[in-house]
């Protein structure tokens, strides 16, 4: 039984024993060494943080943009882009501005208030005055404020979960000699540390590391030297724009010029000039990056993921590891009643609202009794809730006579209940312990060892119960002295969450690779991992893991699915290495013992409720509801987000080509100018709603949670994407094309061109928004897609065509003549012929990007699919063994 081992039976921890420091010699340690506090590192201040972020290229981007326009006179882009920007800053701001709150959540963790001797008088002082060689005075409920070895303790035990994910309080013992090699986790330790919990007991000890020095110390100093992922989606965004923007920039100066110099006319010229840079500034990237990443954070709030870094929305989809802590993760942190078993054989698994049958009320009951009154140990508490549960078992009407506390040569405790006269004793302890009081015959022995090695093999923890009869109240120097008869075993687990055999299945189902990082004993995490449906593999312990070099660890990774016995700075040597070999890893974890792997990884995801603010802040998304399902439909709308950032990415690059070739056409020709600013202004009010709307607003692809995780490779802007999307470009802008020259070539004045020209073209590009808004389904089956966002847009494209037909003052601004309803049906034909062109020329490109595609190795692959445009086309890994 834990804590077995760090009692002291019976001792009092005597007020005058120790002297400690002097107060002088205690304010001489503390210039010495400094205070227990991490070192502040160097803080970034908000004005700091909002310069760094004026910095980058994408916001710098949207910034000159808006000044361009501004410039131009065209006042309503600009106030769009500026605003656009404005909001990106204030939100890096405030979320860059959390970040810097790590260090200061781990500091106050780890300068608690302290109880120390000095000058032989007990004095209460900041955590932060404690220093080397000061003696701590801990009780139950004191958070430690120092690593330190123990001189006397009386049944201590620590609650060490922050440092090692160990799932129960932890047994102290006084230390024989000597300041050696010492980590948390483990009975039988005389060291304690800063940041721990004192769960039981109490306990004297002297102060050996404070501040940086102390283990948690060590965490925040590899915490605070990590850096997190760069968001790859903005980096490829700038650096798309930063081309397209030369590109565009050095065409439009050459029309300008060569306009000028052929023509005469250099106002037109700069005029034609800006509205081919307007056509071929896709502007609309970085707006679309930053709406679908802040309403992506928005819809994956509501499945109670809170998201604190934008990289993370971008990086989930092609998540290839899910590293996850055990403790209060994967189980819900708390022991409850699992098994029980009576001396003749009959088991019983406990299972929730099931009636418990009457023989094993006794053993219930039994073990309850055996417990402390005012339960403090988890396991106890968990035997009083039992026993409450049963309603059958009466509540005891008896007083406590007399208590035998455990021993370290006998890991057993018993109570003495005085009821009208008969004294009942209550033990409970180690199976061993209670064996030897039973005195139990071989054959009853070996029964019992059976029955106890199939609870632990399943990693839960057993204790023996068993009574006895006291003849009188003269008490036993020993419970060996009491003639025991054994009542059975109770098996005690933390039970998992119910939530997650299900998201671990569909996270298996989306090619994810669940692994499990803890520090608990090996056993105990092979259990649950087995019970949670994480895929057989290796279990690959702290001890093992130290003595590979990172090539061993490498090759390891491949067949290991539970670390158990874990150090931090091994959870963060497991993540680096698992990102080495080329894989996304998402960490979740709620210790301070988690947060620098919760930092180093792709997304650390950490818990809301029972992690700590270190974890928190360290993290890049957090579960507000610690269930380990919302991590799965984090994955899917992440997968969402991303699929739906590169179907408008798709429609953008679509959508300038015609407009792109339409301001050109006229001049290559010697014709009329078609399109001025203004009209390109007026598009780009159809194309900004559309891609920030449309497209963010589309629901997931089927299969979303059937293909394998995207190749971390993978760009974004795709080549098969931008083939294809210029191909759609190329084919609306023949259509437009053939229609100017017939039209030209009939006489049509130049007004009624330019009208009949900007409708035709705002049909198609409807036409291209319905073929984007799905990379595989049939275009029934896109049309019968459910978009509130696209009816608006429709119908605000509906009004403004209207406005423009209907209102002179309209068409003199934009230099439109009156058309026919003939030619605007013409132009509505031309939408709905693109439309079927594109959706009939689908298969065939999906076809040809398949047999272009890269293929991985034909024996890890069983079956593959390519969607458009130019997305997953990786094919499906073949299950190993580690999966």
């Given at each position: 039984?834990?804590?077995?081992?760090?009692?002291?039976?019976?001792?009092?921890?005597?007020?005058?024993?120790?002297?400690?420091?002097?107060?002088?010699?205690?304010?001489?340690?503390?210039?010495?060494?400094?205070?227990?506090?991490?070192?502040?590192?160097?803080?970034?201040?908000?004005?700091?943080?909002?310069?760094?972020?004026?910095?980058?290229?994408?916001?710098?981007?949207?910034?000159?943009?808006?000044?361009?326009?501004?410039?131009?006179?065209?006042?309503?882009?600009?106030?769009?882009?500026?605003?656009?920007?404005?909001?990106?800053?204030?939100?890096?701001?405030?979320?860059?501005?959390?970040?810097?709150?790590?260090?200061?959540?781990?500091?106050?963790?780890?300068?608690?208030?302290?109880?120390?001797?000095?000058?032989?008088?007990?004095?209460?002082?900041?955590?932060?005055?404690?220093?080397?060689?000061?003696?701590?005075?801990?009780?139950?409920?004191?958070?430690?404020?120092?690593?330190?070895?123990?001189?006397?303790?009386?049944?201590?035990?620590?609650?060490?979960?922050?440092?090692?994910?160990?799932?129960?309080?932890?047994?102290?013992?006084?230390?024989?000699?000597?300041?050696?090699?010492?980590?948390?986790?483990?009975?039988?330790?005389?060291?304690?540390?800063?940041?721990?919990?004192?769960?039981?007991?109490?306990?004297?000890?002297?102060?050996?590391?404070?501040?940086?020095?102390?283990?948690?110390?060590?965490?925040?100093?590899?915490?605070?030297?990590?850096?997190?992922?760069?968001?790859?989606?903005?980096?490829?965004?700038?650096?798309?724009?930063?081309?397209?923007?030369?590109?565009?920039?050095?065409?439009?100066?050459?029309?300008?010029?060569?306009?000028?110099?052929?023509?005469?006319?250099?106002?037109?010229?700069?005029?034609?000039?800006?509205?081919?840079?307007?056509?071929?500034?896709?502007?609309?990237?970085?707006?679309?990056?930053?709406?679908?990443?802040?309403?992506?954070?928005?819809?994956?709030?509501?499945?109670?993921?809170?998201?604190?870094?934008?990289?993370?929305?971008?990086?989930?989809?092609?998540?290839?590891?899910?590293?996850?802590?055990?403790?209060?993760?994967?189980?819900?942190?708390?022991?409850?009643?699992?098994?029980?078993?009576?001396?003749?054989?009959?088991?019983?698994?406990?299972?929730?609202?099931?009636?418990?049958?009457?023989?094993?009320?006794?053993?219930?009951?039994?073990?309850?009794?055996?417990?402390?009154?005012?339960?403090?140990?988890?396991?106890?508490?968990?035997?009083?809730?039992?026993?409450?549960?049963?309603?059958?078992?009466?509540?005891?009407?008896?007083?406590?006579?007399?208590?035998?506390?455990?021993?370290?040569?006998?890991?057993?405790?018993?109570?003495?209940?005085?009821?009208?006269?008969?004294?009942?004793?209550?033990?409970?302890?180690?199976?061993?312990?209670?064996?030897?009081?039973?005195?139990?015959?071989?054959?009853?022995?070996?029964?019992?060892?059976?029955?106890?090695?199939?609870?632990?093999?399943?990693?839960?923890?057993?204790?023996?119960?068993?009574?006895?009869?006291?003849?009188?109240?003269?008490?036993?120097?020993?419970?060996?002295?009491?003639?025991?008869?054994?009542?059975?075993?109770?098996?005690?687990?933390?039970?998992?969450?119910?939530?997650?055999?299900?998201?671990?299945?569909?996270?298996?189902?989306?090619?994810?690779?669940?692994?499990?990082?803890?520090?608990?004993?090996?056993?105990?995490?092979?259990?649950?991992?087995?019970?949670?449906?994480?895929?057989?593999?290796?279990?690959?312990?702290?001890?093992?893991?130290?003595?590979?070099?990172?090539?061993?660890?490498?090759?390891?990774?491949?067949?290991?699915?539970?670390?158990?016995?874990?150090?931090?700075?091994?959870?963060?040597?497991?993540?680096?290495?698992?990102?080495?070999?080329?894989?996304?890893?998402?960490?979740?974890?709620?210790?301070?013992?988690?947060?620098?792997?919760?930092?180093?990884?792709?997304?650390?995801?950490?818990?809301?409720?029972?992690?700590?603010?270190?974890?928190?802040?360290a993290s890049a998304m957090v579960l507000l509801d610690d269930d380990f399902g919302s991590i799965v439909q984090s994955v899917r709308l992440g997968r969402r987000i991303y699929d739906n950032i590169r179907k408008a990415m798709a429609f953008i690059f679509a959508v300038h080509v015609p407009i792109a070739g339409l301001a050109l056409l006229?001049?290559?020709?010697?014709?009329?100018?078609?399109?001025?600013?203004?009209?390109?202004?007026?598009?780009?009010?159809?194309?900004?709603?559309?891609?920030?709307?449309?497209?963010?607003?589309?629901?997931?692809?089927?299969?979303?949670?059937?293909?394998?995780?995207?190749?971390?490779?993978?760009?974004?802007?795709?080549?098969?994407?931008?083939?294809?999307?210029?191909?759609?470009?190329?084919?609306?802008?023949?259509?437009?094309?053939?229609?100017?020259?017939?039209?030209?070539?009939?006489?049509?004045?130049?007004?009624?061109?330019?009208?009949?020209?900007?409708?035709?073209?705002?049909?198609?590009?409807?036409?291209?928004?319905?073929?984007?808004?799905?990379?595989?389904?049939?275009?029934?089956?896109?049309?019968?897609?459910?978009?509130?966002?696209?009816?608006?847009?429709?119908?605000?494209?509906?009004?403004?065509?209207?406005?423009?037909?209907?209102?002179?003052?309209?068409?003199?601004?934009?230099?439109?003549?009156?058309?026919?309803?003939?030619?605007?049906?013409?132009?509505?034909?031309?939408?709905?012929?693109?439309?079927?062109?594109?959706?009939?020329?689908?298969?065939?490109?999906?076809?040809?990007?398949?047999?272009?595609?890269?293929?991985?190795?034909?024996?890890?692959?069983?079956?593959?699919?390519?969607?458009?445009?130019?997305?997953?086309?990786?094919?499906?890994?073949?299950?190993?063994?580690?999966?």
């Amino acid at each position: 039984m834990k804590g077995a081992k760090g009692a002291k039976a019976g001792t009092m921890i005597e007020p005058g024993k120790f002297t400690g420091l002097t107060a002088v010699a205690a304010g001489e340690r503390l210039v010495a060494d400094g205070p227990n506090e991490l070192p502040r590192a160097g803080r970034r201040s908000a004005l700091r943080i909002v310069l760094e972020v004026l910095r980058e290229p994408m916001l710098a981007l949207l910034l000159v943009g808006g000044v361009a326009y501004l410039l131009l006179g065209d006042l309503t882009e600009a106030l769009i882009l500026l605003g656009f920007a404005t909001f990106s800053v204030a939100v890096t701001v405030i979320q860059e501005t959390r970040t810097e709150h790590v260090l200061e959540a781990l500091r106050d963790l780890s300068s608690p208030r302290a109880l120390v001797i000095r000058d032989g008088a007990r004095v209460r002082v900041a955590g932060r005055e404690v220093v080397r060689d000061d003696l701590l005075v801990l009780e139950q409920g004191d958070r430690i404020a120092a690593d330190a070895v123990l001189v006397d303790a009386n049944d201590l035990q620590t609650d060490e979960s922050l440092l090692t994910g160990e799932s129960l309080p932890v047994g102290k013992i006084v230390a024989d000699a000597g300041d050696g090699t010492h980590r948390p986790g483990g009975d039988g330790q005389p060291f304690v540390y800063a940041g721990s919990l004192v769960a039981r007991g109490s306990g004297i000890a002297r102060v050996l590391a404070t501040g940086p020095h102390s283990e948690i110390g060590r965490i925040g100093q590899s915490l605070a030297t990590l850096d997190t992922e760069a968001p790859r989606l903005r980096r490829e965004t700038t650096r798309i724009v930063t081309w397209c923007a030369i590109g565009g920039g050095a065409i439009a100066l050459l029309v300008v010029l060569l306009y000028g110099l052929l023509r005469g006319g250099w106002i037109e010229a700069v005029l034609a000039g800006i509205a081919i840079g307007m056509s071929m500034l896709p502007e609309e990237f970085p707006v679309v990056l930053t709406v679908f990443l802040a309403m992506g954070a928005w819809r994956i709030g509501k499945v109670g993921v809170l998201t604190r870094r934008a990289a993370a929305i971008e990086t989930l989809g092609s998540a290839t590891i899910l590293c996850t802590d055990k403790t209060g993760t994967l189980t819900e942190n708390r022991m409850s009643l699992a098994e029980l078993w009576l001396p003749s054989g009959t088991t019983l698994a406990l299972k929730a609202d099931a009636a418990v049958p009457d023989a094993f009320h006794n053993l219930i009951a039994t073990a309850a009794l055996a417990s402390a009154a005012t339960p403090s140990d988890p396991m106890e508490i968990a035997l009083h809730e039992a026993r409450i549960a049963v309603p059958a078992i009466s509540p005891p009407a008896s007083t406590l006579a007399h208590a035998y506390a455990l021993r370290p040569d006998l890991l057993a405790m018993s109570n003495i209940w005085d009821d009208s006269g008969t004294l009942t004793i209550a033990a409970k302890g180690a199976p061993e312990a209670i064996a030897s009081l039973c005195h139990l015959a071989p054959e009853a022995l070996a029964a019992m060892t059976v029955a106890v090695e199939a609870l632990a093999v399943r990693g839960i923890r057993v204790l023996a119960v068993a009574t006895a009869t006291a003849p009188d109240r003269h008490w036993a120097k020993s419970q060996h002295d009491y003639d025991f008869t054994l009542a059975g075993l109770v098996g005690l687990a933390d039970p998992l969450r119910p939530s997650v055999v299900a998201a671990i299945a569909e996270c298996r189902s989306a090619g994810i690779r669940v692994v499990m990082i803890t520090g608990d004993y090996a056993a105990t995490a092979r259990s649950i991992a087995t019970q949670a449906g994480i895929a057989e593999g290796d279990v690959l312990t702290g001890a093992d893991l130290a003595a590979l070099d990172d090539a061993q660890l490498a090759e390891r990774l491949k067949t290991v699915t539970v670390f158990a016995r874990i150090m931090p700075e091994q959870k963060l040597r497991i993540v680096q290495a698992f990102k080495a070999d080329g894989e996304i890893v998402a960490m979740t974890g709620d210790g301070v013992n988690d947060a620098p792997s919760l930092k180093a990884a792709h997304i650390g995801i950490a818990m809301g409720k029972r992690g700590t603010d270190v974890a928190r802040e360290a993290s890049a998304m957090v579960l507000l509801d610690d269930d380990f399902g919302s991590i799965v439909q984090s994955v899917r709308l992440g997968r969402r987000i991303y699929d739906n950032i590169r179907k408008a990415m798709a429609f953008i690059f679509a959508v300038h080509v015609p407009i792109a070739g339409l301001a050109l056409l006229p001049l290559v020709f010697g014709l009329p100018i078609l399109f001025g600013p203004i009209h390109i202004a007026l598009l780009e009010m159809v194309i900004d709603p559309v891609c920030a709307l449309v497209f963010e607003a589309e629901r997931d692809e089927d299969d979303i949670m059937r293909r394998p995780p995207r190749d971390p490779a993978e760009s974004l802007f795709s080549l098969p994407m931008i083939v294809w999307s210029v191909f759609q470009g190329f084919i609306a802008f023949g259509m437009l094309s053939t229609l100017f020259f017939v039209e030209t070539k009939a006489g049509m004045p130049d007004t009624e061109l330019r009208a009949l020209i900007f409708f035709a073209l705002v049909a198609e590009i409807i036409a291209l928004i319905l073929v984007n808004r799905s990379f595989s389904a049939s275009l029934g089956e896109a049309l019968g897609r459910h978009n509130a966002a696209l009816r608006y847009v429709l119908v605000a494209i509906a009004s403004v065509t209207a406005l423009v037909l209907f209102l002179p003052q309209a068409q003199t601004l934009l230099g439109f003549g009156s058309i026919a309803w003939s030619d605007m049906a013409l132009a509505a034909g031309l939408g709905v012929v693109l439309l079927i062109v594109l959706e009939a020329c689908k298969p065939l490109v999906r076809h040809l990007t398949t047999r272009a595609s890269p293929r991985r190795p034909a024996d890890d692959v069983v079956s593959g699919r390519t969607l458009l445009p130019g997305i997953v086309v990786q094919a499906l890994p073949r299950q190993r063994n580690d999966q």
